[in-house]
């Protein structure tokens, strides 16, 4: 993968292999670390964090999908600390099943609205209920509606959040109960995931979601057998202008599952996968590798 030791190239398979499997592709229900490890490849939030091996970088919040991380400073947040006005950035698309198309603010809102889904409601959805405006009014709304796909996604589509309001198409208003210092750290989660109208389809995290997954990252899901395989490729709809944080180097991500801690060992040290996916290295071999000059 490297054509000198620290230069990245572009191109190629990354193979990955381990014992078990994602908890959900879907990003409203994501929450497991070795899930994590690849919700960033096909999901895309308002703010993000820097990817980056120096500790300071590495924790500093940037505008993804966003234009602009909202301040004091640029007029997004207003005096209180209550109000966060975000723009989307021209080109931030979805490849849907009916062709490639922009992401809107109504997709921004959305996502924020379907964590209350009450079929399958998000284990991050106390957050949110705790800061913005209105949801937990909307969420408990929902308690009322019959529990049929089309009833819960006509609530969701037509009923408003005070605290998430669609000002135009590329524009969003946040409201939060009260100042929240950690805001936009909770809209960096894979929880706050903009969502295309199409998840309206399907119970959050089902198997006919898992199969559904639409993305807005540089990958997006080409194949996903649970407990055994996930194959990600690169997504025609994104574009690296306005994705300053994953270089997308890789062509294919290949995760391959259900192998034991030692076959999976064995199989990254002979070159036949190239990282571990969801387990660590056996102790014992631990001092063999931190002295030996392998780079990966």
């Known amino acids: 993968m490297l054509a000198e030791p620290g230069i990245p190239t572009r ?43 120096d500790r300071d970088s590495a924790g500093m919040l940037v505008a993804d999908l966003a234009t602009k991380v ?51 409601p998000s284990p991050g959805l106390s957050y949110y209920l705790s800061t913005i405006t209105g949801l937990a009014e909307f969420r408990d709304g929902l308690t009322g509606v019959a529990r049929t796909a089309d009833a819960i996604a006509d609530y969701i589509e037509q009923t408003d959040v005070a605290g998430l309001r669609v000002l135009n198409d590329t524009e969003v208003c946040f409201t939060t109960r009260y100042p929240t210092p950690d805001f936009l750290n909770l809209l960096a989660l ?34 996903y057998v649970p407990d055994e395989r996930i194959v990600l490729v690169r997504n025609p709809a994104w574009e690296e202008r306005t994705d300053e944080v994953r270089p997308s180097y890789l062509d294919i991500i290949d995760v391959r599952e259900g192998a034991s801690e030692a076959e999976a060992y064995e199989l990254v040290a002979a070159g036949a996968a190239d990282m571990l996916w969801d387990i660590q290295p056996p102790t014992g071999k631990l001092t063999e590798l931190l002295g030996g000059d392998d780079p990966r």
């Not at 990955?16 to 939030?45: C, E, K, S």
């Not at 703010?47 to 091996?53: C, L």
């Open 190 to 223: 894979p929880f706050a995931t903009p969502a295309p109208v199409e998840y309206l389809r399907h119970v959050p995290g089902s198997a006919e979601m898992n199969q559904s997954i639409i993305s807005n990252g540089p990958y997006q899901i080409d194949r």
């Open 70 to 120: 909202p301040s004091p400073a640029n007029s997004r947040l207003n005096a209180s600390g209550t109000q966060y006005v975000f723009t989307l950035k021209d080109g931030v698309r979805w490849n849907s099943p009916t062709g490639i198309r922009q992401i809107t603010a109504r997709d921004v809102v959305r996502g924020l609205k379907r964590l209350a889904h009450p079929l399958a």
């Open 11 to 53: 191109g190629g398979t990354l193979t990955m292999v381990g014992a078990g499997d994602v908890d959900f592709l879907d990003p409203a229900l994501a929450y497991h670390t070795v899930t994590r490890g690849i919700v960033r490849a096909y999901t895309r939030q308002l703010v993000t964090y820097v990817s980056s091996r």
